[in-house]
């Protein structure tokens, strides 16, 4: 591991113009590893460039927001590619083009990342990506500004340092981080707890729809756009709600599912226990996480509700 991250390290400092990116719906993972990378490029005297969709205010927090660019990504120019948190080329997007035209570094910690890159660092399991990126930069000195981006990451994908994956190295990565003296207080409240009045009454309108099945062991929900229209809403405004279904008492399988396009749906997983949900969003294409995956299926709602019914049904 060491020799690939001084491989990647090495790449960086030969290179000029950085392009930086993650998966499509960015979570505070994918953002926070992409803007820590961005500022320690930045302070290197080179130029990062994070092409990202658009993503919740709530992130808007994190250090590294000047090097964002949100559209017309396809024109952008670079001589070096970054791929954080994203597990396959097409989950990257629009910006998937830049594989193809430029040395690919692909930074991931997703079961089932295709190697895409010409460098890949891959290790399944591990608490997130910003843990990796930690890893990786800590080599070359981490500033405050790049340890509150690296935080909002971990803290996001550990559900705030919670979940399993959370290790005795993400504590000590987590307390040197805390060393230089973070705001951890106020990036833990906005990237785990804020939520837009839209998002507000959207997860209100998801939980009175939601649906027990197996004997309240699998609950699951869906959002339509008229309910988003409703509500003055975006897609955006859904990513909490699955974590509030699989937070119900009894409940080891939660999934809620939204239309991000027309006819064409996302599907959120979580897990308890011994239940892997991966397995299941694999059978739609998808994939992810044991206990957090998703997917996307393009069928009429309730032919999609049906569909994950059935695969459900054979874990129990
Ligand atoms: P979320 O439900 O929060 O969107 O995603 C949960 C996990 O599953 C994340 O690690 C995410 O990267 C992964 N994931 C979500 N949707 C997809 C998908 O369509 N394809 C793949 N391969 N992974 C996904
Ligand atoms: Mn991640």
Redesign the pocket.
């Known amino acids: 591991m060491e020799k690939i991250i001084d491989e990647i390290l090495k790449k960086i400092s030969t290179s000029e113009k950085i392009i930086l990116s993650a998966?499509?719906?960015p979570?505070a993972?994918?953002i926070g590893s992409c803007l820590a990378f961005a500022l320690k490029i930045k302070s290197m005297g080179k130029t990062p460039i994070v092409a990202l969709e658009q993503f919740d205010e709530r992130f808007k927090i994190l250090p590294g927001q000047e090097f964002v660019v949100h559209d017309n990504i396809e024109d952008i120019e670079g001589d070096l590619f970054i791929s954080l948190?994203?597990?396959?080329e097409?989950?990257l997007g629009k910006a998937e083009i830049f594989i193809k035209k430029y040395f690919t570094i692909n930074i991931d910690h997703?079961h089932?990342n295709t190697n895409f890159g010409n460098i890949n660092y891959i290790i399944p399991d591990f608490s997130s990506t910003s843990e990796m990126v930690y890893n990786i930069l800590k080599k070359t000195g981490i500033n405050k500004d790049i340890a509150s981006a690296i935080y909002a990451g971990i803290i996001g994908?550990t559900g705030g340092l919670r979940h399993p994956c959370t290790t005795i190295e993400t504590m000590e990565a987590v307390t040197e981080l805390f060393k230089l003296d973070i705001p951890f207080s106020k990036i833990y409240n906005s990237v785990m707890g804020e939520k837009s009045v839209a998002a507000h009454k959207l997860l209100g309108r998801a939980i009175e729809k939601s649906v027990f099945l197996h004997n309240g062991k699998v609950l699951y929900s869906g959002i339509t756009k008229k309910d988003i229209e409703e509500f003055n809403g975006t897609y955006k405004d859904l990513?909490m709600i699955?974590s509030e279904l699989i937070s119900v008492r009894g409940v080891k399988i939660a999934f809620?599912i939204y239309e991000k396009e027309e006819g064409s749906f996302?599907?959120?997983?979580?897990a308890k226990d011994e239940y892997n949900v991966?397995a299941v969003?694999?059978v739609?294409?998808?994939?992810?996480?044991i206990k957090?995956?998703?997917?996307?299926i393009s069928l009429p709602f309730d032919e999609v509700i049906e569909k994950i019914k059935e695969e459900i049904d054979k874990l129990f």
């Open positions: 998966h499509t719906n979570d993972d994918a948190d994203c597990a396959t097409a989950r997703h089932g994908d990513d699955v809620f996302k599907v959120s997983f979580r991966c969003a694999n739609f294409g998808g994939g992810g996480h957090a995956a998703g997917c996307t």
